[in-house]
């Protein structure tokens, strides 16, 4: 299973941390991963080269974070709420591969 934990700061996403394998396939046929993977790659990718943020990003196998300095733009904020309701729409559909937790801090 893949658990998926966004912090919320007043309510908005200013950080995740996806870990563990989603179990859905074989290992290279997990469409569940692979949604998982792209949205997350996307959404650092748009926020880290595209808007030019420093955000604090980590890959290794089974793991990747993303956290937003406290200067972030609205427009970061924004893509982070994108993968955040993402993410519910696929826990909804493969509730038995991913868990979603959301903290505010």
Partial sequence: MTKIRFTLKSGQPVSFLMEGHAGAGLSG???????????AYMAANTITDV???RADAAVSDARFSLSLPADA????????EGLRLHFVQLEDQYPASI???????
């Fill in 29 to 39: 046929n997990d469409i569940v991963c692979a949604a998982l993977s792209s949205a």
């Fill in 73 to 80: 733009p609205r427009e970061a904020i924004q893509v982070m």
């Fill in 51 to 53: 808007m030019g943020v």
């Fill in 99 to 105: 868990q979603l937790e959301n903290t505010e801090v």
